[in-house]
Each structure stands twice: as structure tokens, then as C-alpha cells.
């Protein structure tokens, strides 16, 4: 049973700055990609960012390219996400999850293609 823990959310002002970490039970290169993904309330989960364990490449949804980074520490087992310049629009509750199979779909932000979810780490953005 694959565990994901997270953690580093909380409460910033808009403009700032938080790092999340996913850590994964096993070597992160058991893993296809791992992911994050956020829902906010009233909305749908989406993806906002993964990480392909091969090569180390990179997607990210188009509302956070440019502000928000994906990188890992295989020595630690843990995918971090730089989260920059925040807005109060990204206030959700952020997951991270894992694809044990490959390749990611074109839809991979909907989820679907990922079969362990941790318990995720709320977010607010507010002033």
C-alpha cells in the first residue's frame, strides 16, 4: 500500500511564498509521475502539477506556469512543490498522488490516470 504524507500548507498573504512536500513510502522511481492536484471548495479537483520519474520532466496547468515549481529529492523519497507569488484563488486543500503506469494522458490533470492519493495539506491565500 502506497503511502503519500503531506505538508508545509498554510495561511499566507497573496503574493507570498509556500513549499509543500509530498513524502512517498518506496522510491519515488516506483512511480511513473508523481502529482499534485488541489480542489477547492464548491469546485473540481485539478491537476496542477507532475512529475515524470524517468527523465524528471515536468507538466503544470496553465494557471500556475510561471509561479509554481515541481522538483524532487530522490534521496528523500519527496516531490516538493514551489508555490510563488500566490493568489487567493489558489486556495484549496493540495494533494499529491502517484501514476504507477505510464504514459500520463492528455487529460492527466482530471486525475484518473493516478491510483494513491495522500490526505492533503489546506492552503488559504488571504490577507
Known amino acids: 500500500q502506497v503511502q503519500l504524507v503531506e505538508s508545509g500548507g498554510g495561511l499566507v498573504q497573496p503574493g507570498g511564498s509556500l513549499r509543500l512536500s509530498c513524502a512517498a513510502s518506496?522510491?519515488?522511481?516506483?512511480?511513473?509521475?508523481i502529482g499534485w492536484f488541489r480542489q477547492a471548495p464548491g469546485k473540481q479537483r485539478e491537476g496542477v502539477s507532475c512529475i515524470i520519474s524517468r527523465d524528471g520532466s515536468a507538466l503544470y496547468a496553465d494557471s500556475v506556469k510561471g509561479r509554481f515549481t515541481i522538483s524532487r529529492d530522490n534521496a528523500k523519497n519527496t516531490v516538493y512543490l514551489q508555490m510563488n507569488s500566490l493568489k487567493p484563488e489558489d486556495t484549496a486543500v493540495y494533494y499529491c498522488?502517484?501514476?504507477?503506469?505510464?504514459?500520463?494522458?492528455?487529460?492527466w490533470g482530471r486525475g484518473t490516470d493516478f491510483d494513491s492519493w495522500g490526505q492533503g495539506t489546506q492552503v488559504t491565500v488571504s490577507s
Open positions: 498522488a502517484t501514476a504507477t503506469v505510464g504514459p500520463l494522458t492528455q487529460g
Open positions: 518506496g522510491s519515488t522511481f516506483d512511480y511513473y509521475a
